[in-house]
């Protein structure tokens, strides 16, 4: 079955450490995106991916990094410049036909990020 | 960028009946996405809007456009406590390729 996995779905870190999320699809999409959900509030795009190789900040990416070197897989590092990152993070794909967003996304399951 | 706001918040209804949750966005919807989350999971996709004055049903759930494109509502109707969840309405900036998310509504469905 065609779908994009989140792991692990519960994540700890230590004060000062770098943590990286994955987040994998077998969809064929060419568009991934990172969000950041807290409690209470809506999702906020952190960055996105629309081909191999190239990727763009979207409005939170401060402490955060990416890669984009495979079409399948889009892992998110959260550094240690990122002062509040328990949160719930959330990976979303979709295709792009014609360079546009038509279909939506297809969201991956969740990984809740902890400070301990 | 634009901001879309939903409301209420949240709300709680018996079970049987009717309710509404509104997104309304300060810019022209070039497209608007309804989705659903249970607590701690993904996100569902459950219906799109394109056209001004578009309405789309699925069981019994609705969700209409507006002719001016700036503002969506979605209408569950008999509801029942499966309808439970965060009801998020998203939608993307033209030529953007990315959606912005409304708060979200918190839905409890008392039986």
């Known amino acids: 079955d065609g779908g994009i996995t989140q792991s692990p779905k519960y994540l700890f870190r230590k004060e000062g450490q770098n943590v990286t999320l994955s987040c994998e699809q077998n969809l064929n999409h060419d568009a991934m995106y990172w969000y950041r959900q ?6 906020r795009l952190i960055y996105y991916s629309q081909i191999v190789n190239d ?7 401060e402490g955060y990094s990416v890669s984009r070197e495979k079409k399948e897989s889009f892992p998110l590092t959260v550094t240690s410049a990122q002062k509040n990152p328990t949160a719930f993070y959330l990976c979303a794909s979709s295709i792009i036909p014609g360079g546009f967003l038509v279909y939506g996304y297809t969201f991956g ?8 | 960028s634009q901001e879309l706001e939903q409301s209420p918040q949240s709300l709680i209804v018996q079970e049987g009946k009717n309710l509404t ?3 309304t966005s300060s810019k022209t919807l070039y497209g608007l996405y309804w989705y659903k989350q249970k607590y701690g999971e993904g996100l569902i996709f459950l219906m799109m809007l394109q056209k001004g004055g578009e309405e789309k049903s699925h069981e019994k759930i609705t969700a209409k456009l507006d002719e001016k494109k ?3 509502s979605l209408h569950i109707t008999a509801s029942q406590p499966s309808h439970a969840g965060i009801y998020l309405c998203g939608a993307d900036e033209a030529a953007g390729n990315k959606l912005t998310f409304g708060g979200g ?3 409890l469905v008392k039986p």
């Open chain 1, 38 to 43: 807290d409690p209470g509030q809506g999702l």
């Open chain 1, 55 to 61: 990727f763009q900040k979207g409005d939170i990416a």
């Open chain 1, 109 to 116: 399951s969740g990984t809740r990020l902890t400070v301990v």
């Open chain 2, 21 to 23: 949750i509104n997104c």
């Open chain 2, 70 to 72: 700036q503002q969506s």
């Open chain 2, 105 to 107: 509504t918190r839905v």
